[in-house]
């Protein structure tokens, strides 16, 4: 099997026939549910959370955090 030239799809059907070979068809579900797609906007998030700090800002808690 060449997975470099396997497209995507034929990937995740190789890895989900794989599971459910290993765990069964509930245990294969299972699996996948811990796996499943993130929801939101990181961005959005990420600004709420951090701001919008300059490079030098970034820069110096960088570095102040290798002192603790």
Do not use: W
């Amino acid at each position: 099997m060449n997975i470099q030239a396997m497209s995507f799809n034929e990937i995740r059907r190789t890895g989900i026939e794989a599971l459910t070979e290993k765990l069964g068809a509930v245990g294969m579900i299972r699996f996948l549910q811990q796996n499943k797609t993130g929801y939101g906007d990181y961005t959005e998030d990420r600004e709420e959370i951090l701001g919008n700090p300059s490079l030098e800002e970034i820069y110096n808690g960088m570095k102040n955090s290798k002192k603790i």
